[in-house]
């Protein structure tokens, strides 16, 4: 449950950090078709950040081979241990040959839905849409960006991962990936790495999670997000989503 409504004159907590090296990083994603953009927020993160640990109303979303499996935090333990380890199983066995996920969110609203000021989700989506931030985009990517599409913000706890895709999706006009980094004191040990594919997934580059990043990359291009090991001392905690170009 959402604990406490953000009082109104707090729909503009976020503010982009203006000293950000756009130049630099636009050569870097010409050359790499990906950036890390470190201390992307100059105000808004740490509050955004405590209002999502905060939240009880995650959702577990698992892949499924007719649709995905949905679970709040009570289904999980209303189904008790034997029903839930069915699942688990599942979600184990179809890991290891094809497409398969784990791992709690919580929807961003879309761009047109009404404010609502119990949830610091809804101003966040109004940011991401903000002439700064699409400019942003833009300077980096060296495409306009329309619209900031299916934004989720994502909680991986001790044994969930994200196997390898790419993100292309039809009809969506996907032109670049970003993953808003909301992670404090993670060790590169614990797991949960942003994992980009070499050729024929023989090698990669991995991004360990970190505080008020933003990974932004080149759709489609091959990525994981590797296994959560069980001593990670909490969750690792981002908002992701897709810009995408104006339809033809």
């Known amino acids: ?114 404010i609502d000021t119990r949830d610091l989700l809804s101003p966040l989506s109004r940011f991401l849409h903000s002439p700064a931030m699409l400019e942003l985009i833009e300077d980096i990517t060296a495409r306009a960006p329309h619209r900031f599409i299916n934004g989720q913000a994502t909680s991986y706890g001790a044994g969930d991962f994200l196997t390898g895709h790419d993100d292309n999706a039809a009809g969506e006009n996907r032109m670049a990936a970003c993953v808003l980094g909301l992670t404090q004191r993670w060790r590169l040990e614990w797991g949960g790495l942003l994992l980009f594919h070499g050729q024929h997934d023989r090698t990669a580059e991995a991004l360990v999670p970190r505080f008020n990043t933003l990974d932004l990359f080149h759709v489609p291009q091959q990525h994981s997000v590797s296994w959560v090991s069980p001593s990670a001392g909490f969750s690792r905690i981002a908002v992701t989503g897709w810009y995408s170009t104006r339809p033809a």
């Open 1 to 114: 449950m959402i604990q406490q409504a953000i009082p109104v004159d707090q729909t503009d907590l976020f503010a982009l950090n203006p000293e950000i090296d756009r130049e630099a990083l636009a050569q870097c994603y010409a050359r790499t078709g990906r950036v890390r953009i470190y201390g992307l927020l100059a105000q808004g993160a740490v509050e955004l950040h405590d209002h999502l640990r905060e939240r009880e109303d995650w959702i577990q979303v698992i892949h499924a081979p007719d649709a995905p499996i949905e679970l709040t935090r009570a289904d999980r333990v209303a189904m008790g241990a034997k029903r839930y380890a069915r699942i688990e199983n599942g979600v184990v066995c179809r890991g290891r040959e094809g497409f398969q996920y784990r791992y709690e969110a919580l929807r961003v609203p879309d761009l047109d839905e009404p």
